[in-house]
């Protein structure tokens, strides 16, 4: 039972010896021991199952998985579309595919989402970085380049780290300290801190809201993409959110406000003078919310509206 892998051994030497890197052979070296369906049978067919469940974007879901199950990108998926894959491939492929069939986001099965042009670490315990949440990131950094206050920032339900994290990376003098409730999305900030380099700027504390810290005005900024879901509105979420998403970063109580209220409350007792506080609201939170900032405490800079016009992002600057 041996021979057809030290074949397969004796093939990879003689093409290596051609001038092949180890790397280009791993398709053909599968191929050598045991045939499968060619990348493109595999793409095809795994797209008509991701379509017949009923998920949208079938063919480039397929792709990326297959890419992730080999460790490659489109590229290669392209240039060796007709190598076939081998039997072990195939089958950790057929994997994901169920799994993306049955409605998991395809970022807790690769396990990565990119953002603000970061990579991030994602599983079920911590909510997928949406581009929306990216509006947040560039109203900061252009906030943060019109003040000369030392940059200490503060992000309260931090998650997997995205916001904190893709500001530290762009404001090298940034230091910052990440909030969340839970231990468990803790451990995976932990991850993406150290992944893009900036741990040593960025402490992490396990608390409810600003609990765990002394009333102090310590931050410059203070920024949150929070949980706004409402109850009802939580059961009527497409099925991958609902299902899959850690409800602790959602829902927020009856009217989804429950944290904002509490925020806008509260961060103030946190802020330098001058400080911002800048955070993201439900598509359609932008008349409740407004009604909620105490005009002698907060200064109402604007409410950004994403690329589809939506008031998304609200900055406030503490008086
Ligand atoms: C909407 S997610 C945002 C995650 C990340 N900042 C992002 O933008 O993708 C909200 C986060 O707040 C955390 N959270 C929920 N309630 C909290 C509370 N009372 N205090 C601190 N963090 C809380 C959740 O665990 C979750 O990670």
Excluded at 74 to 95: D, K, W
Aim: charged share 25%; proline share 4%; glycine share 6%.
């Amino acid at each position: 039972m041996r021979a057809p892998a030290k074949r397969s051994e004796a093939i990879c030497a003689l093409l290596t010896a051609a001038g092949f890197h180890w790397s280009q052979l791993q398709v053909s070296r599968y191929a050598a021991t045991n045939m499968g369906p060619s990348i493109e049978q595999a793409i095809l067919k795994a797209t008509h199952t991701l379509r017949e469940a009923g998920i949208d974007a079938a063919r480039q879901d397929a792709a990326l998985l297959l890419g992730h199950t080999l460790g490659r990108d489109r590229t290669f998926l392209i240039t060796r579309s007709q190598e076939p894959l081998s039997e072990e491939v195939g089958t950790t492929f057929a994997e994901f595919v169920a799994r993306r069939a049955a409605g998991e986001p395809l970022q807790y099965i690769t396990g990565h989402q990119a953002f603000f042009n970061l990579d991030f670490e994602v599983t079920r315990d911590v909510l997928i970085p949406r581009p929306e949440t990216e509006l947040l990131v560039e109203v900061a950094l252009s906030l943060l380049s019109t003040n000369d206050l030392t940059p200490f920032l503060c992000d309260v339900g931090t998650g997997s780290g995205c916001i904190a994290i893709s500001l530290l990376h762009e404001i090298k003098n940034a230091t910052a300290i990440g909030i969340d409730v839970s231990p468990a999305v803790l451990r995976i900030t932990t991850r993406n801190a150290e992944r893009n380099a900036v741990s040593d700027r960025f402490q992490l504390v396990a608390s409810d809201c600003f609990a765990a810290l002394k009333p102090a005005p310590t931050f410059s900024m203070i920024v949150s993409n929070p949980p706004y879901v409402t109850e009802t509105a939580l059961l009527e979420l497409q099925r991958e959110v609902r299902e899959y998403e850690p409800h602790l970063a959602l829902a927020a109580g009856p009217d989804g406000l429950s944290i904002i209220r509490r925020l806008l409350r509260e961060a103030s007792d946190y802020l330098v003078d001058g400080g911002h506080f800048l955070f993201e609201m439900g598509f359609d939170q932008h008349e409740a919310v407004r009604t909620l900032i105490d005009k002698r405490v907060w200064e109402v800079l604007d409410f950004h509206r994403d690329l589809q016009g939506i008031h998304r992002i609200v900055s406030l600057r503490k008086r």
